[in-house]
T-cell receptor, first 114, second 114 residues
Framework: NAGVTQTPKFRILKIGQSMTLQCTQD?????MYWYRQDPGMGLKLIYY???????DKGEVPNGYNVSRSTTEDFPLRLELAAPSQTSVYFC?????????????FGEGSWLTVV | GENVEQHPSTLSVQEGDSAVIKCTYS??????FPWYKQELGKRPQLIID?????GEKKDQRIAVTLNKTAKHFSLHITETQPEDSAVYFC?????????????FGTGTRLTIIP
């Protein structure tokens, strides 16, 4: 199993550009998450999904969109990038809360908006 | 929503001594409490977790205690070693539909002094 795979690992965006961070997992997890981590700070939840076709907002959803068309994939879309979106983005996944709680993280995507 | 507070934000201990990191949570419905270790530039890695039906769990030099009544839980690292230097995050999560989100504390930067 590859676990949780994120791409790209590094990206520089200009203000106003858009991009999609890709996330895929091969563990058949139904829960998937996107977190952002600003330098020296903790992890803040952007969006999460409890299964294909279902998504919900986390703490800091503004400026982002997600979709979950399959169990494996959970892309994060940044529209009109702003310097405040400079951060490290982590995708994560887990089984349903009742059947197992361990959350596995991808390696992270470093995004700089200039 | 859940709110997790973590203390201290930085902690320095002599090699071989013990380290204790404490967290409090606000949502009494939370029932899963993992601890993650994050080394510089890496993803968070689960080091130990505890469920609400257990008061204490130990894994070699690492232990976690949970006080549900007081809504706090702690990480204990004994016989600290240089490789324990990292940022540690506590988190809390529920299992009911609508509170499956994992909410993180703000992190503790642990430095082991040789």
């Amino acid at each position: 199993n590859a676990g949780v795979t994120q791409t790209p690992k590094f990206r520089i965006l200009k203000i106003g550009q858009s991009m999609t961070l890709q996330c895929t997992q091969d563990m058949n997890h139904n829960y998937m998450y996107w977190y952002r981590q600003d330098p020296g700070m903790g992890l803040k939840l952007i969006y999460y999904s409890v299964g294909a076709g279902i998504t919900d907002k986390g703490e800091v959803p503004n400026g982002y969109n997600v979709s979950r068309s399959t169990t494996e994939d959970f892309p994060l879309r940044l529209e009109l990038a702003a310097p405040s979106q400079t951060s490290v983005y982590f995708c994560a996944s887990s089984y349903g809360a009742r059947s197992g709680n361990t959350i596995y993280f991808g390696e992270g995507s470093w995004l700089t908006v200039v | 929503g859940e709110n997790v507070e973590q203390h201290p934000s930085t902690l320095s201990v002599q090699e071989g001594d013990s380290a204790v990191i404490k967290c409090t949570y606000s949502d009494s419905a939370s029932n899963y409490f993992p601890w993650y270790k994050q080394e510089l530039g890496k993803r968070p890695q689960l080091i130990i977790d505890i469920r609400s039906n257990v008061g204490e769990k130990k894994d070699q030099r690492i232990a976690v205690t949970l006080n549900k009544t007081a809504k706090h839980f702690s990480l204990h690292i004994t016989e600290t070693q240089p490789e324990d230097s990292a940022v540690y995050f506590c988190a809390a999560r529920g299992s009911n539909f609508g509170n499956e989100k994992l909410t993180f504390g703000t992190g503790t930067r642990l430095t082991i002094i040789p």
